[in-house]
């Protein structure tokens, strides 16, 4: 018993002698030496916003999600029901509407 108990203390120190060895994360510890609160560029807060204000009516800032375009309704189709089923019965392959191979579970 002893000798388990010598042997998990050592192996433990040895564990916590190679782990302070290596740095964790970031090896520079120097805080951020910028300054808050002061500008890095000549630009006033005016500049800035003129010019925000000539994208936006150029069209050149867009905000939320460009790719989402709206709903745009799909046109109201002058065929009846009927119409319809004769078109894909003349299908070639297509015997009814749907897939047939593709049946819900049924259990």
Known sequence: ???????????FALIGAAQAGTPRGDTDNVPFQGTYGQADSSTSRAQVQA???QAKTEGLVAFGDVDNTPFAAQADSTLTRAQVADEVAKTPG??????????????
């Open 94 to 107: 297509a015997t009814a509407f749907g897939d047939l191979n593709n049946v819900p579970f049924q259990g």
């Open 51 to 53: 010019e925000l204000q």
């Open 1 to 11: 018993m002893k000798t388990i108990a010598t042997s998990l203390i050592i192996s």
